[in-house]
């Protein structure tokens, strides 16, 4: 969820949806002045956990009402947080968050030589500050080495980025019913099984470390195959008021179109869910058949030197902390 009232923007809104701009009732003085920048020296500081209240109160309840206290408070406190990086930027007018900018740094498994990955989110600026958005920006684009993606941009902001070099990551969301003559049907010798966070059981290596990261936070099935197994992480949401699978990452997505009679069986009988909802490079070559491809109405995005769009699926995102 990026949302900005850049310089060459208009007041801020939430993406998707349409919440009230994120400069309501902002940018004034408690006498009813406009209050601009140049009354006192902006500086931009890093946050931490600890800001959360201050940050909830001046600037995440303008950006979208219908976000909880409890959930925005997941972008400051979540099972694989690093208190060693901040968890955001803000932009400061005497000591007053006039605007912030969410970082999710993704912690990498054991082995993992790559580069840092870090998802932006959550990015508003008080209308009267819009003139200084793109200083919340300086502390990410000076680090060139770091992967940065940008899942929720709105229109304006995901020109702006692209801009600056970022590169298409996603042009498409797929919807694929789940059918309930598959409760029948076989499943090819695949095997379904739910995971508990609180104890993997058998999992081993990289899929019990992406449990064991990501917690209660979502949900998680297990695949076994003929000589492969593969690990699904997920999340429940709603499609027309209908309930719904958000497939956050797939591990083996040759094992999952393989098994997906199982799947299906799974979803339906644990979930009651409808539909399964993800992003096309979740899959990639191997989504099934059937499956409906809606264009996004504005493309995520990143920026990277040694990582592909295929390793940066919704894992240590907003995506999973805001339930989007």
């Given at each position: 969820?990026?949302?900005?009232?850049?310089?060459?923007?208009?007041?801020?809104?939430?993406?998707?949806?349409?919440?009230?701009?994120?400069?309501?009732?902002?940018?004034?003085?408690?006498?009813?002045?406009?209050?601009?920048?140049?009354?006192?020296?902006?500086?931009?500081?890093?946050?931490?956990?600890?800001?959360?209240?201050?940050?909830?109160?001046?600037?995440?309840?303008?950006?979208?009402?219908?976000?909880?206290?409890?959930?925005?408070?997941?972008?400051?406190?979540?099972?694989?947080?690093?208190?060693?990086?901040?968890?955001?930027?803000?932009?400061?007018?005497?000591?007053?968050?006039v605007g912030f900018l969410s970082l999710?740094?993704?912690?990498?498994?054991?082995?993992?030589?790559?580069?840092?990955?870090?998802?932006?989110?959550?990015?508003?600026?008080?209308?009267?500050?819009?003139?200084?958005?793109?200083?919340?920006?300086?502390?990410?684009?000076?680090?060139?080495?770091?992967?940065?993606?940008?899942?929720?941009?709105?229109?304006?902001?995901?020109?702006?980025?692209?801009?600056?070099?970022?590169?298409?990551?996603?042009?498409?969301?797929?919807?694929?019913?789940?059918?309930?003559?598959?409760?029948?049907?076989?499943?090819?010798?695949?095997?379904?099984?739910?995971?508990?966070?609180?104890?993997?059981?058998?999992?081993?290596?990289?899929?019990?470390?992406?449990?064991?990261?990501?917690?209660?936070?979502?949900?998680?099935?297990?695949?076994?195959?003929?000589?492969?197994?593969?690990?699904?992480?997920?999340?429940?949401?709603?499609?027309?008021?209908?309930?719904?699978?958000?497939?956050?990452?797939?591990?083996?997505?040759?094992?999952?179109?393989?098994?997906?009679?199982?799947?299906?069986?799974?979803?339906?009988?644990?979930?009651?869910?409808?539909?399964?909802?993800?992003?096309?490079?979740?899959?990639?070559?191997?989504?099934?058949?059937g499956t409906i491809h809606r264009p996004?109405?504005?493309?995520?995005?990143?920026?990277?030197?040694?990582?592909?769009?295929?390793?940066?699926?919704?894992?240590?995102?907003?995506?999973?902390?805001l339930d989007l």
């Amino acid at each position: 969820m990026i949302a900005c009232s850049g310089s060459a923007f208009p007041a801020a809104t939430r993406d998707p949806g349409s919440g009230p701009s994120s400069t309501e009732d902002g940018g004034r003085s408690p006498g009813g002045r406009p209050q601009a920048p140049g009354d006192a020296v902006l500086e931009v500081r890093d946050v931490f956990e600890d800001d959360f209240h201050q940050i909830h109160e001046e600037l995440l309840v303008r950006l979208d009402p219908r976000v909880t206290r409890s959930r925005w408070e997941r972008l400051f406190h979540h099972p694989w947080r690093d208190s060693s990086r901040p968890v955001g930027v803000a932009l400061q007018d005497g000591g007053r968050p006039v605007g912030f900018l969410s970082l999710l740094f993704a912690p990498l498994p054991p082995g993992d030589p790559g580069s840092t990955i870090c998802n932006l989110s959550s990015w508003i600026v008080l209308d009267a500050y819009r003139g200084s958005s793109l200083r919340l920006l300086g502390p990410v684009l000076a680090n060139r080495e770091w992967t940065v993606t940008n899942l929720t941009p709105t229109e304006e902001v995901g020109r702006l980025f692209q801009r600056l070099g970022f590169r298409t990551l996603e042009t498409h969301r797929c919807l694929l019913p789940l059918r309930p003559d598959r409760l029948v049907r076989p499943g090819r010798g695949v095997e379904v099984r739910a995971v508990d966070p609180s104890d993997p059981g058998e999992l081993e290596g990289a899929h019990r470390w992406l449990v064991e990261q990501h917690g209660e936070l979502a949900h998680y099935m297990a695949l076994e195959g003929p000589g492969s197994r593969g690990l699904v992480v997920y999340g429940l949401g709603r499609v027309k008021g209908l309930p719904a699978i958000r497939l956050h990452h797939v591990s083996d997505p040759a094992l999952f179109r393989e098994g997906l009679a199982a799947v299906q069986r799974f979803l339906l009988r644990k979930h009651g869910a409808c539909m399964l909802v993800f992003d096309r490079r979740i899959l990639g070559n191997h989504t099934p058949q059937g499956t409906i491809h809606r264009p996004l109405p504005v493309v995520r995005l990143f920026r990277s030197n040694d990582r592909t769009e295929t390793e940066l699926t919704e894992l240590f995102s907003e995506m999973i902390l805001l339930d989007l």
